[in-house]
């Protein structure tokens, strides 16, 4: 394994590699030609903000399999282009958190009372102490847009402040946060309207973009409301924020990010005296920066030697560090991916993935991709994962579908998994499994077949009229092509009619030949004959 690292990192991370005894280069300042000629000769790629990760960058990735920023943004990173190419991006978000809320209330107490402006008035020889008279934070009601890792550091201190902390999340769905300590406010004028103290900790985005408008400003918010933006430029209306701090519709703001950055030397804001600017500085630490470094580091050693994923960017909330209990389910769903794609015949439409019980359902994502890969790995010349699988499933309209069934199947208990493909041609196939105290995935179902089978290794599935002498025609069958058979199971279904058709699956200890398959398909009453290779056999 080989790590290129692009940007100037912390010694403390460059240690942490050394000792991992994994080869890695330094190469600082790559232009973008040079970087593209050089990447896939290694198998990650660690970054800061100066190295450019382009689409063409990543044309031709060779080895690459993962992309580590050390911090949070990943504007440098073109993150389609990377999932489409199966690389897992991964920050270090976490590792600025304590700085970055540290931040936010460094700027709350500074605005409150009025210190850089007390500051410069001392230092120019003044000496007015009734002109910087401020306001104590004790008694205040914060509000905290955004209670992710960030929000929820700046909630703890402020409430060991004596604060009343509300809270707004359209993702949080519990009534409070914190053990019952912050109300969360469904509504965010009925929350702006009852803060003396507002500060966000979201995202950039559309669905942030001027949260703080014009009219909040102007109509909803108290007079003597404070503005705390640490997070992103656009989440407030910067122009209509200058404006109300100037007509004091408002009584102050403190800003560390900046729609623009930076922002132009004529901005509104900077003839402003009640407010505390910042030049982004959210993150800037010594702690934070040689914390985020060491964190790429272990990320990238972490997912390279163990498959674990710390901080992914773009992998869809898959996990696969899974503990002893729940790592079988994600077995279980590669392998009746797998079965499932022998046995169907012709592209997919759907793919869907129900699962019932107590742990598989908290997996449906992962299983559904893992699943997936094993559905599309056959079928595609392009390298398939767990990264690249959901764009390349729907960029050949391939809808992948999850759901969480409350109840198991009909007749069956405990964690289910079944998955589903409805074909382009109108056929379809399930098939259902679960994994038993001894951690060995089973499958249980296939179509409205019952059995109970490790699925591994060399397999043929044969779908037969169920009529006297086939079980015999198919074992002399196999004995004369010499392929022994390591186990069968045998179900049937009987029909209305009173008709029936049976499927058998078969084990074998090594692989069946394609005149052996031929022959089985050219039998009186053999429907279907196929072979697959199961992960999980030797």
Known sequence: MRILVADKLAEEGLDFLKQTGIDFDTKVGLKEDELAATVGGYDALIVRSGAKVTAKVLTNPGNLKAIARAGVGVDNIDLDAATAKGILVLNTAEASTLSTAEHALALMMSLARKI????????????????????????????????????????????????????FDPYFSSQTALDGKVRMIRDFDEFLSQLDVITFHVPGGEGTKHLLNRDRLFNKARPNLLVVNDARGEVVDEMALAEALKEKKIAGAAIDVYQTEPPPKDHPLFALENVVLTPHLGASTDEAQTAVSVDACKAIVAYLKNGEIRGAVNAGGIRLDLPPDEAPFAELARRIGSLLGGYSEGGYKTITLRASGQRAPKLLNTLLRVATVELLKPHLDTPVNVINVEHLARSRGIELVAINEPEPPSGLVGDIVGIRVDGQNGESHRVLGTVYLDGLPRILRIDNFNMDMIPEGHMVMIVNKDMPGVIGMVGTSFGDAGVNIANMVISREVHPDGSAVALMLIKTDSPPTDALLNRLRARPNIVRAKSVVVPGGK
Do not use: D, F
């Not at 009734?130 to 929820?152: D, E, P, W």
């Open 116 to 167: 850089p402006a007390a500051h410069a008035h001392v230092k120019s020889g003044q000496w007015q102490r009734n002109k910087y008279q401020g306001t104590q934070l004790a008694g205040k009601t914060l509000g905290i847009v955004g209670l992710g890792r960030i929000g929820r550091t700046v909630a703890s201190r402020a409430i060991a402040m004596e604060m009343t902390v509300l809270g």
